[in-house]
C-alpha cells in the first residue's frame, strides 16, 4: 500500500503571507502516461471537502490562483501565495495511483 | 447542480450491518465513478472505495473483506454496507461523485454533505 505523508500537521501564516504544505508518498506517483497521481483537498470548517488540484498540478474549475500544485516523483508541495482567512481549514493531499491514500491532513489557522 | 444525500441510521449496534444510502440529484448517475469516504472523529479522512455506474468496484485493502458498494441506476443511488461494525467505524461518512476534464483521469468532484454514524451499544 501507498502511504501519504503531510508535513507539517498544523500551520499558522499571517494574511498575505505564502504557505507551503509538504505531501510524501511511500514510492513514486508517476503514472505510466507520464503524470503524477496527486490530488490536493481542502476541508473547510463545518463543511465537506473541496477538490483544490488534481493530477500533481492542475488547478480545478472555480479555484483561485493563489494555489499551486507542484513535484516530482515522491515529493509534492502545494503552495499558497497569499494567504486569506478563507483559506482556513484542513488541507489533504491524496494519492491515486493504487486504489487512493489521503495524508494524515494539515491544519491551517489564520 | 448535481446533489449528493446521504442517508441511514445514525446509531449502529456493534457487530451488525452499517448500511447508508447516497441519493444523487441534478444529474445522472450513469457515466461517473461513485465513491465513499469517510472522517472518524479526529482523524483525517479515509477513502472506502468506489464504485462505476456499471457495478465495477474497487475497495480499500483495508476494508475490502466488510465492504459492499452497490448501484440502483433506476433510483439513481448508490449504496454502502459495512459488516461487522465496531467503534472504529464511528465517523462521518460522505459519497462523492468521481468527475474528470479526459475520461482518463478521474478526482472528487462533488462532496455529499456527509451523514454521522456511531457505532454503539
Known amino acids: 500500500d501507498i502511504v501519504v505523508t503531510q508535513s507539517p500537521l498544523s500551520l499558522s501564516v499571517n494574511p498575505g503571507e505564502p504557505a507551503s504544505i509538504s505531501c510524501r508518498s511511500s514510492?513514486?506517483?508517476?503514472?505510466?502516461?507520464?503524470?503524477?497521481?496527486l490530488d490536493w483537498y481542502l476541508q473547510k470548517p463545518g463543511q465537506s471537502p473541496q477538490v483544490l488540484i488534481y493530477r500533481g498540478f492542475n488547478r480545478a474549475s472555480g479555484v483561485p490562483d493563489r494555489f499551486s500544485g507542484s513535484g516530482s516523483g515522491t515529493d509534492f508541495t502545494l503552495k499558497i501565495s497569499r494567504v486569506e482567512a478563507d483559506d482556513v481549514g484542513v488541507y489533504y493531499c491524496m494519492q491515486t495511483l493504487q486504489h487512493r491514500t489521503f495524508g494524515q491532513g494539515t491544519k491551517l489557522e489564520i | 447542480q448535481v446533489l449528493l444525500q446521504e442517508s441511514g441510521p445514525g446509531l449502529v449496534t456493534p457487530s451488525e450491518t452499517l448500511s447508508l444510502t447516497c441519493a444523487v440529484s441534478g444529474g445522472s448517475i450513469n457515466y461517473y465513478y461513485w465513491s465513499w469516504i469517510r472522517k472518524p472523529p479526529g482523524k483525517g479522512l479515509e477513502w472506502i472505495g468506489y464504485i462505476f455506474y456499471t457495478g465495477n468496484t474497487k475497495y480499500s485493502p483495508s476494508l475490502q473483506s466488510r465492504v459492499t458498494m452497490s448501484v440502483d441506476t433506476s433510483k439513481n443511488q448508490v449504496s454502502l454496507n459495512l459488516d461487522s461494525v465496531t467503534a472504529a467505524d464511528t465517523a462521518v461518512y460522505y459519497c462523492?461523485?468521481?468527475?474528470?476534464?479526459?475520461?482518463?483521469?478521474?478526482?472528487?468532484?462533488?462532496w455529499g454533505r456527509g451523514t454521522t454514524v456511531a457505532v454503539s451499544s
Open positions: 514510492q513514486s506517483l508517476l503514472h505510466g502516461t507520464g503524470n503524477y497521481y
Open positions: 462523492a461523485r468521481l468527475g474528470s476534464v479526459d475520461n482518463y483521469y478521474f478526482y472528487i468532484d462533488i
